[in-house]
């Protein structure tokens, strides 16, 4: 069974600090890697998706993929009490579909 | 242009009943999804169509649930004989072709199984 898997949270971090979140994937058959974000009754919003190993950064969010130890992160930098909120990781196979995981909670305190 | 939108936004049935929801993607996006979502869990994927095709419907949860989308645009979910396990947020979201990155998610109906 295809299983994401994220740490419910919440992860609490005062303003301006770096948040660090963090996803594992079983299916090494992944392909593509997503970030999103959820605030709360809404619905989910891309964040950011990355393909290949390493790092790629756009403004204060950076995804890091390790695909041999099928690990996705999300950083997010300078954090805002506006990016409180919960961070959903997804993960695409060949198959087009998308297989999130449970989401984090992420505080960011003034 | 609009975004994805979903009706009705909140639906309230009983036990048995049988419900129909609505999708309306984004002008032009040929792909399209359909998921379910519950308190403090990711969306489960259901099933998407590439035009008026159903491509994947593995995560149909059994034959109470089907999913139309006859001229590749809307989309209908239809649920039969509801249970109160049914009870969740049910997300739509539309992506440009299949393979596109970028899904935009509509806002969800919300179903309440009494």
């Known amino acids: 069974q295809k299983e994401v898997e994220q740490n419910s949270g919440p992860l609490s971090v005062p303003e301006g600090a770096i948040a660090s979140l963090n996803c594992t994937y079983s299916?090494?058959?992944?392909?593509?890697f997503f970030w999103y974000r959820q605030y709360s009754g809404k619905s989910p919003e891309l964040i950011m998706f990355i393909y290949s190993n390493g790092d790629k950064e756009d403004g204060r969010f950076t995804a890091q993929l390790n695909k041999a130890s099928q690990y996705v992160s999300l950083l997010i930098r300078d954090s805002q009490p506006s990016d409180s909120a919960t961070y959903l990781c997804?993960?695409?196979?060949?198959?087009?579909?998308?297989?999130f995981g449970p989401g984090t909670r992420l505080s960011v305190l003034p | 242009g609009a975004g994805v939108s979903q009706t009705p936004s909140n639906k309230v049935t009983e036990k048995g009943k049988y419900v129909e929801l609505r999708c309306d993607p984004i002008s032009g996006h040929t792909a399209l999804y359909w998921y379910r979502q519950s308190l403090g869990q990711g969306p489960e994927f259901l099933i998407y169509f590439q035009g008026t095709g159903a491509a994947d419907d593995s995560g149909l949860p059994n034959d109470r649930f089907f999913a139309v989308r006859p001229e590749g645009s809307v989309s209908t979910l239809k649920i039969q004989r509801t249970e109160r396990g049914d009870s969740a947020v049910y997300l739509c979201a539309s992506s440009l072709a299949a393979g596109a990155e970028t899904q935009y998610f509509g806002p969800g109906t919300r179903l309440l199984v009494l």
């Open positions: 997804a993960v695409r196979n060949y198959g087009q579909n998308f297989v």
């Open positions: 299916d090494r058959g992944s392909q593509s």
